[in-house]
């Protein structure tokens, strides 16, 4: 028996399991390779339970989200092989993508994100991803695992999808050569902090491709906000600055699917998990409000 009974947001019985809801969240409890912090297998379930607890009207908009989302079972982890494992994700990532879906998936570690890319690719050809994140992910190898979190984005790079990297504030010499022989767009935590406006965003937004896939590492944000996770960097982002990159981007660019990866749920507070339901609420918001204010209605 599937042990994800959890669903996100509350129980509605006309989409929690409706393969045509326009909204689909698939938790993946994938741990192998994390260095430090532990406990992001833990994380699916408890953002599913965190989610049942947010509102559901919108403190920007002013208005109900209304939003129509089916919960996926999870991906299965225990007892199988990573490559199997990456095979499945794939499968089912395009499985809903194909049906013209949004997809959110919830990790689990970093490291799933390549097969849901691929799988995005395959699914929509030409494609950028965001990458929100503290770290790079950019080694070639980590601890003799090419497929480890901290490779992440290096194998996306080797199947030809362009990143932004936004946040970062950590990084290894392998990663700083990287990044000055292929001129990556990397945008520094520090710089996002001490920028006077948004017109960065829109810079950022620009150089990507129409279609975007938005990968948010939960260690983005700074430990004041986010302090689960498996290295807590300080010096991070903001809760609204992180809304507003999200909101501007879903504007500007067709935002097909996303992941929220590294979330550690803490024994003495819901805080994190909370913070990771409330993120990915956010995010489908701004997908459905931006496809209707790019439609020509109103809001």
């Known amino acids: 028996m599937n042990a994800y009974h959890h669903h996100f947001l509350e129980y509605d019985a006309k989409n929690t399991h409706n393969p045509r809801a326009p909204f689909a969240v698939l938790p993946i409890p994938y741990e192998r390779s994390v260095c430090y912090g532990r406990g992001t297998a833990k994380a699916p379930a408890a953002i599913l339970d965190a989610s049942i607890q947010t509102e ?14 089916q919960t996926l079972p999870a991906i299965p982890c225990r007892g199988i092989s990573a490559g199997k494992i990456f095979t499945r ?36 050809k030409e494609i950028s991803v965001l990458s929100l994140d503290a770290h790079l992910d950019l080694r070639d190898s980590y601890k003799n695992n090419r497929f480890s979190h901290a490779c992440v984005f290096r194998r996306v790079m ?30 520094w935590a520090r ?10 965003i829109d810079t950022l937004a620009a150089g990507m491709k129409n279609k975007v896939y938005i990968s948010i590492d939960a260690d983005v944000l700074d430990p004041s906000i986010m302090p689960g996770t498996g290295t807590p960097e300080p ?44 993120l990915a609420l956010k995010l489908m918001t701004y997908v459905s409000k931006s496809a209707i204010v790019k439609s020509g209605a109103e809001l």
């Not at 710089?191 to 960065?200: G, M, R, T, V």
């Not at 003495?268 to 998990?273: Q, R």
């Open 235 to 278: 010096g991070g982002l903001s809760w609204q600055t992180v809304l507003r990159i999200l909101r501007r981007l879903c504007l500007k660019r067709t935002v097909i699917a996303a992941d929220i990866v590294e979330v550690i749920p803490l024994p003495s507070t819901p805080l994190c998990e909370y913070a990771a339901a409330k």
């Open 56 to 69: 559901l009207f919108d403190d920007e908009f002013f208005c109900p989200q209304g939003l129509r989302v």
């Open 191 to 200: 710089e996002i902090l001490a920028a006077k406006s948004d017109q960065w």
């Open 158 to 187: 080797e199947i030809n999808v362009p990143v932004a990297h936004v946040g970062i504030r950590s990084l290894c010499r392998e990663e700083y050569d990287l990044v000055k022989r292929r001129h990556l767009n990397v945008h």
């Open 89 to 124: 994700i794939r499968r089912t990532a395009e499985s809903a993508l194909h049906s013209g879906r949004f997809l959110m998936s919830l990790g689990g570690e970093h490291s799933i994100t390549f097969p849901l890319v691929a799988a995005a690719q395959a699914v929509h």
